[in-house]
């Protein structure tokens, strides 16, 4: 399994700051996931975060709103811009090693964030 | 529409009684199916994973179904317990690309 941490795990902002999440893994992998989950509702992927190379974004998130860096194979940052209220929901990093021929996907404690 | 619906949105259960949890799915190509618990303040942990070839599978008091014809898969508590409370969530792979579609959950509490 893969052991995910993330900081900070809960924040409250003021309206037109950013906010700047982290993600560690204990052991590498090619690709990470930032995730967004509003209240009550299910997890939306924001985008892939590849090492060496630019995030690929889902539709309706683009680059400048959620910024992400991937240095390396254990490290990512998800930003979150300019927030306004409605940014306010749990972030999730998610790896998705293979083990076992099976592409599993484990997901980090998440990052509470309320906006005012 | 969602890809992955699951009911009930929520219940709630008597701590030793049993569950069990519905979802149906319309995500095509299936690759397989996970259930997670999440519980309140955390990030989902994976219960079980499930296969097209695979019908069913245990984890501890946890039991999955896939019935893939159908495209509805159960996951059923035996002898809840407190700890048990938390959102239960379905999510389908799609085997072309790998996308994950997620079920809204369903919440489940434990009273003693």
């Known amino acids: 399994s893969a052991v995910i941490s993330q900081k900070p795990s809960r924040d409250i902002c003021q309206r037109g700051t950013s906010l700047t999440i982290q993600c560690q893994v204990d052991?590498?992998?090619?690709?990470m996931f930032w995730y967004r989950q509003q209240p009550g509702q299910s997890l939306t992927l924001i985008a892939t975060?590849?090492?060496?190379?630019?995030?690929?974004?889902e539709s309706g998130f683009v680059i400048d709103k959620f910024p992400i860096s991937r240095p390396n194979l254990t490290f990512s940052t998800l930003t979150v811009s300019n927030m306004s209220p409605e940014d306010s929901s749990i972030y999730l990093c998610?790896?998705?090693?293979?083990?076992?021929?099976?592409?599993?996907?484990?997901f980090g404690p998440g990052t509470r964030l309320t906006v005012l | 529409k969602n890809q992955v619906e699951q009911s009930p949105q929520s219940l709630i259960i008597l701590e030793g009684k049993n569950c069990t949890l519905q979802c149906n799915y319309t995500v095509s190509p299936f690759s397989n199916l996970r259930w997670y618990k999440q519980d309140t303040g955390r990030g989902p942990v994976s219960l079980t994973i499930?296969?097209?070839?695979?019908n069913t599978k245990s984890n501890g008091r946890y039991t999955a179904t896939l019935d893939a014809d159908t495209k509805q898969s159960s996951l059923h508590i035996t002898a809840s317990q407190l700890s048990d409370s938390a959102s239960y969530i379905c999510?389908?792979?799609?085997?072309?690309?790998?996308?994950?579609?997620f079920g809204a959950g369903t919440t489940v509490t434990v009273r003693a």
């Open positions: 052991s590498q992998v090619t690709m």
């Open positions: 998610s790896v998705a090693p293979r083990l076992a021929g099976v592409e599993e996907q484990f």
């Open positions: 499930m296969t097209f070839s695979e």
């Open positions: 999510v389908v792979t799609r085997s072309n690309d790998y996308k994950l579609s």
């Open positions: 975060a590849n090492q060496g190379s630019e995030a690929t974004y």
